[in-house]
């Protein structure tokens, strides 16, 4: 997300080229990252440097999974979410276009709705990514930061026409569970997975769930940076005490643990690391690598 402003480029193509290196197929993005970090009050600059590393790395594109998302980019400087693009027909034609240029690539893999627009009617948004997948310009839609009531009405909408319809969901989710009626502190108020969410999931599965912030931006190992309120339960106490005897058997960390939990569980998570070193990065494939005991699993799961 902080590529290309806060972090900067000769970091960055070190971490992808060690993403890659390490097996890494999928690489997130959003043609909006990173607007609140760069002094002109606008994105693009992430995808501007995956571009520049794809450039440079020929062959590359062929190995690894772009998607990028349209939404969510201020029409005017130091006003979001009030002036947020939306999602019309011409936003998301034109946010295509400015991806694809900004990457350097003709196709993305996974295109995504990075949050709802009241202003917009589904059926123009629905039809309008349709569009994009019955050219190629992209293989599959995804639904971020959306109620699961918004998401069925649009693949509803999509079956009815015989569209393109979502069938990835990116929301928060990660091990430890905010306190119930809560709003996120970090996150959209639709963006953290609920039992609603897994509920309509376990009965849709032809959707894939993306789990972004999975490890609360280093809250699970960090003592500068404690949970945000919503986690200040007796819960989050057990919760973390088994993660604890987890991580001890498998001489890991929290964090392995967590990216194991939600990479192994039914159903499988994709989670979205953010990582500012390479050592970050090495820390999350090693957690992705680790399988769990069904025991193990058990525990993690009764834990509440």
Known sequence: MLFGTVQDERGSFEILDRFVDAGGAWIDTANCYAFWEHPTGFGGQSEELLGRWLASRPGVR?????????????????????????????VIKSGIEGSLRRLGTDHVELYWAHKPDP?????????????????????????????????????????????????????????????????????????????????????????????????????????????????DHPGTTRRLAVLDEIAAETGTSRNRVVLAWLTGGDPAITPIVGVSAVEQLDEAVAGVSLELTTEQRERLDSAA
Do not use: M
């Open 119 to 231: 202003a917009t009617p589904l059926e123009e948004t629905v039809a309008a990514f349709d569009e994009l997948v019955s050219t190629g310009v992209v293989g599959r839609l995804g639904a971020s930061n959306y109620p699961a009531w918004q998401i069925e009405r649009a693949r509803q909408i999509a079956r009815t026409h015989g569209s393109a319809g979502f069938t990835a969901v990116q929301q928060h989710h990660t091990y430890l569970q905010p306190r119930p009626a809560t709003q996120p502190t970090v996150v959209h108020r639709f963006g953290a997975v609920t039992d609603e969410v897994l509920h309509y999931l376990e009965h849709n599965p032809d959707l894939a769930l993306w789990a972004y912030t999975p490890l609360l931006s280093g809250r699970y190992t960090r003592a500068d940076k404690p949970l945000p309120a919503e986690y």
């Open 62 to 90: 062929d190995r690894v999974k772009i998607s990028t998302k349209v939404g969510c980019e201020p029409t005017e400087a130091g006003r979001f979410p009030e002036t947020a693009e939306g999602l019309s027909a011409g």
